[in-house]
């Protein structure tokens, strides 16, 4: 008798079903760590994963997943189950309008939303607001008040600082500063500002190793505005359900890193160019007698794991894209008014700026590919869009007579003349949406995707142009691939007669 695919299928149902259901069984626990885009909450979340396997669970690790906000929401959602955070930024941004501070209060809130924190890790990483030492001497300014008498002055703060509920706005009003040339930029960038003098000041964490390799000084905070910033572990509350050996195992790094000690690790990472990885391993065996077992990845491995992951992203929104845009170009050339809709709607999303887009898609679809993949999908709309339906459109009439004439059916003439005849300009659109998507793409690191952006991420972090050459050089590379790829397709997908 034959098999058929329905008994086939059932057949491995049977067998692989038990074996996963047993494989479920005997399996150890996941736990799942994020970190920041910041050296020190990197190396954290290395010394989080050590101790995570050490305890005999596997760590998941989802490292540079960007600012306060996205890594909270990842773990009310589940999606991460620890991170480093530190006290001043939950009472303060994450708690923010709440009026809670001191360790007891936090950590009572946070319970309340099902999340625990550990007591400090052993040191604090306080904001501040630094200058070079030669400026502040020129200009006789040592504490953050002083900076009322220099209007002049250029401002650049990270990013999150900008926005922050404990940042700019309420510094600005705190100390009623008057500057106005103040610039949102990426944190590492903003070092090498104030060495490059572009900008006057910027704000600091207190363990940054740049603090003692630019010569920089910090203001008094004279009028008390920052909180006290503690470092501590944030995790889930059904993790001690879960893993309760691993909770056990993280508390013994509680009082266990030293100020120096976090400085020193920080400029090992930042100057010596030390894997994190190593760094974590090294303290981790130093301090808390955890036997490690650490493995490198050579440059070509992380080559061929990022080329994976880029083509990954690019590869599944593109076919999206196509299986979806081409019917609505389609639609939009035989149906004019709700054309304009259509070409309305996938331009309107084109205006929104990428990094956006990736934002919005976290709260919908967590982190990781899911929100990549979708706001890729999303940008890749209207090139094919507005092509196909050009390409249709600008089909000369007399040709549809002529198919008419000959009695086939509207599908038929489609299907037979008009999109083989719109072919080269469909292409066209898939190309350029292609070609897009490769470099979008890289932006995903910041959501945990992985791909060409993680070196590139990775290489400003750590100021290391190398890293960054690692995922640049790879996108622009892979873009030209792409852009061949699909010059090539002409030959196959485009009749001869239309071919250039």
Same mark, same amino acid.
């Given at each position: 008798?034959?098999?058929? =695919?329905?008994?086939?299928?059932?057949?491995?149902?049977?067998?692989?079903?038990?074996? $996963?259901?047993?494989?479920?069984?005997?399996?150890?626990?996941?736990?799942?760590?994020?970190?920041?885009?910041?050296?020190?909450?990197?190396?954290?979340?290395?010394?989080?994963?050590?101790?995570?396997?050490?305890?005999?669970?596997?760590?998941?690790?989802?490292?540079?997943?960007?600012?306060?906000?996205?890594?909270?929401?990842? &773990? #009310?959602?589940?999606?991460?189950?620890?991170?480093?955070?530190?006290?001043?930024?939950? /009472?303060?941004?994450?708690?923010?309008?709440?009026?809670?501070?001191?360790?007891?209060?936090?950590?009572?809130?946070?319970?309340?939303?099902?999340?625990?924190?550990?007591?400090?890790?052993?040191?604090?990483?306080?904001?501040?607001?630094?200058?070079?030492?030669?400026?502040?001497?020129?200009?006789?300014?040592? !504490?953050?008040?002083?900076?009322?008498?220099?209007?002049?002055?250029?401002?650049?703060?990270?990013?999150?600082?900008?926005?922050?509920?404990?940042?700019?706005?309420?510094?600005?009003?705190?100390? *009623?500063?008057?500057?106005? $040339?103040?610039?949102?930029?990426?944190? *590492?960038?903003?070092?090498?500002?104030?060495?490059?003098? /572009?900008?006057?000041?910027?704000?600091?964490?207190?363990?940054?190793?740049?603090?003692?390799?630019?010569?920089?000084?910090?203001?008094?905070?004279?009028?008390?505005?920052?909180?006290?910033?503690?470092?501590?572990?944030?995790?889930? !509350? *059904? &993790?001690?359900?879960?893993?309760?050996?691993?909770?056990?195992?993280? /508390?013994?790094?509680?009082?266990?890193?030293?100020?120096?000690?976090?400085?020193?690790?920080?400029?090992?990472?930042?100057?010596? !160019?030390?894997?994190?990885?190593?760094?974590?391993?090294?303290?981790?065996?130093?301090?808390?007698?955890?036997?490690?077992?650490?493995?490198? *990845?050579?440059?070509?491995?992380?080559?061929?794991?990022?080329?994976?992951?880029?083509?990954? @992203?690019?590869?599944?929104?593109?076919?999206?894209?196509?299986?979806?845009?081409?019917? &609505? %170009?389609?639609?939009?050339?035989?149906?004019?008014?709700?054309?304009?809709?259509?070409?309305?709607?996938?331009?309107?999303?084109?205006?929104?700026?990428?990094?956006?887009?990736?934002?919005?898609?976290? +709260? @919908? &679809?967590?982190?990781?590919?899911?929100?990549?993949?979708?706001?890729?999908?999303?940008?890749?709309?209207? =090139?094919?869009?507005?092509?196909?339906?050009?390409?249709?459109?600008?089909? +000369?009439?007399?040709?549809?007579?002529?198919?008419?004439?000959?009695?086939?059916?509207?599908?038929?003439?489609?299907?037979?003349?008009?999109?083989?005849?719109?072919?080269?300009?469909?292409?066209?659109?898939?190309?350029?949406?292609?070609?897009?998507?490769?470099?979008?793409?890289?932006?995903?690191?910041?959501?945990?995707?992985? %791909?060409?952006?993680?070196?590139?991420?990775?290489?400003?972090?750590?100021?290391?142009?190398?890293?960054?050459?690692?995922?640049?050089? =790879? /996108?622009?590379?892979?873009? #030209?691939?792409?852009?061949?790829?699909?010059?090539?397709?002409?030959?196959?997908?485009?009749?001869?007669?239309?071919?250039?």
């Amino acid at each position: 008798m034959k098999a058929t =695919p329905a008994i086939v299928i059932g057949t491995l149902f049977a067998i692989l079903v038990p074996f $996963q259901l047993f494989s479920a069984e005997v399996t150890a626990p996941e736990v799942k760590i994020g970190s920041k885009a910041f050296t020190e909450s990197v190396i954290l979340g290395d010394i989080v994963s050590l101790i995570v396997r050490d305890a005999g669970a596997i760590p998941v690790q989802r490292r540079e997943l960007g600012g306060t906000r996205v890594l909270w929401n990842a &773990l #009310l959602n589940g999606e991460i189950d620890i991170y480093p955070e530190y006290t001043g930024t939950v /009472s303060e941004e994450i708690l923010a309008q709440k009026g809670i501070h001191g360790e007891a209060a936090i950590r009572q809130a946070l319970a309340e939303r099902g999340i625990m924190m550990t007591r400090s890790l052993g040191f604090s990483n306080n904001y501040a607001i630094g200058m070079k030492k030669e400026t502040c001497k020129k200009m006789q300014v040592h !504490k953050i008040s002083d900076l009322r008498g220099h209007p002049e002055l250029r401002l650049g703060f990270s990013n999150e600082f900008m926005d922050r509920a404990d940042g700019w706005p309420s510094l600005r009003n705190h100390y *009623d500063l008057p500057q106005k $040339q103040v610039y949102g930029m990426d944190h *590492d960038l903003s070092y090498r500002g104030l060495e490059a003098g /572009s900008i006057d000041a910027t704000d600091i964490y207190s363990t940054d190793a740049e603090i003692q390799y630019y010569d920089l000084c910090l203001l008094e905070d004279d009028l008390r505005h920052f909180s006290a910033y503690a470092a501590v572990l944030l995790y889930r !509350k *059904d &993790l001690s359900e879960r893993a309760p050996k691993v909770v056990s195992e993280l /508390s013994k790094l509680e009082g266990q890193i030293t100020e120096p000690a976090i400085i020193e690790m920080n400029a090992r990472a930042k100057f010596n !160019k030390i894997p994190e990885g190593r760094i974590a391993a090294d303290f981790v065996t130093a301090k808390l007698s955890v036997a490690t077992r650490t493995r490198h *990845d050579t440059a070509v491995d992380r080559f061929w794991r990022h080329t994976s992951e880029h083509l990954y @992203l690019v590869a599944l929104s593109l076919v999206a894209a196509i299986l979806v845009s081409i019917p &609505l %170009g389609i639609v939009a050339a035989k149906r004019p008014r709700i054309g304009q809709v259509i070409l309305g709607f996938t331009g309107l999303i084109q205006t929104i700026p990428s990094l956006a887009l990736l934002v919005f898609m976290i +709260p @919908l &679809l967590g982190i990781g590919g899911p929100p990549a993949i979708a706001a890729l999908f999303l940008y890749s709309l209207l =090139p094919i869009v507005r092509n196909t339906c050009v390409g249709i459109r600008d089909i +000369p009439s007399d040709i549809r007579e002529s198919a008419e004439a000959l009695g086939l059916p509207a599908r038929a003439i489609l299907r037979l003349v008009e999109l083989p005849m719109a072919s080269r300009t469909i292409l066209a659109g898939i190309k350029t949406s292609a070609v897009i998507n490769v470099g979008t793409a890289t932006l995903g690191a910041l959501v945990g995707a992985g %791909g060409y952006g993680q070196p590139i991420l990775t290489g400003i972090r750590l100021d290391d142009i190398g890293l960054i050459m690692q995922g640049a050089i =790879p /996108s622009a590379a892979l873009a #030209l691939l792409v852009q061949g790829f699909f010059e090539f397709a002409e030959r196959f997908f485009v009749p001869k007669g239309l071919q250039l």
